[in-house]
Structure formats: C-alpha cells, structure tokens
C-alpha cells in the first residue's frame, strides 16, 4: 500500500525556515518523481517544487524560487522542503505526492501525480 505522510508544519513568523518531511513507504522510492503542493484557503492546490527519481532534476514555481530547497534521501525514502525567509502568503496547506511514472519529473499539474500525503499546515505570521 503507498503511503505519504507530510511532518514539520507549524506556526511561525515571518522571515523563520521549517523543514518539511514527507516519509513514504509501499513502493520503490528512488525511480520515482516526488513534488511539493501547497493549498491556502478558498485557492486551488498550486505547485511548489519538483525533484526527479534517477535525473534528480529540479524545478521550483517562482512564488519560492529562492527561498526553498527540494531534496531527497533515498534511503530513507525520505522527501524535504526546506522553507527560508517565509512569508505570510506562505501560509497554506502542504502537500507531498509521489509523480506519476509517465510524466515524471516534468509534472507540474495535480492530475500529474498519482498518491498524495494528507497535509500539512504551514502558517506565517506578519
């Protein structure tokens, strides 16, 4: 059974880091693409980052390019997101999800990736 679990959210202010986890197990983990989404209230889920299986390939949306690092611990099958300088529009849930085999590291879209985590809140203060 995959399973994603997100850990490391909380409430902080603004201008402090966290690091997110998202610790998986049921399939193989390093041939696979796994991103970062996040959703704040009354907004669709939004794309935050992507890292590849074998390529490592990287890509950030512009909104945290800068700010947070994606990286991966294949033996751990362990997924991260470094989050610096936040912001309060950085305030949403977020969310891990594994890249569907077919688009692998180009996905960018929900529908793109197959197994999800359950969330994690992240709130910045001003």
């Known amino acids: 059974q995959v399973q994603l679990a997100e850990s490391g959210g909380g409430l902080v202010q603004a201008g402090d880091s966290l690091r997110l986890s998202c610790t998986t197990s049921g399939f193989s983990f390093s041939p696979y693409a796994l991103g970062w989404f996040r959703q704040a209230p009354g907004k669709e889920r939004e794309f935050v980052a992507v890292?590849?299986?074998?390529?490592?390939?990287?890509s950030y949306s512009e909104a945290v390019k800068d700010r947070f690092t994606i990286s991966r611990d294949n033996a751990k099958n362990t997924l991260y997101l470094q989050m610096n300088s936040l912001k309060p529009e950085d305030t949403a849930v977020y969310y891990c999800?594994?890249?569907?085999?077919?688009?692998?590291?180009?996905?960018?879209?929900?529908?793109?990736?197959?197994?999800w985590g359950q969330g994690t809140q992240v709130a910045v203060s001003s």
């Open positions: 890292i590849g299986g074998w390529s490592g390939n990287i």
């Open positions: 999800a594994r890249a569907s085999a077919y688009y692998g590291s180009r996905a960018r879209e929900p529908r793109q990736f197959d197994r």
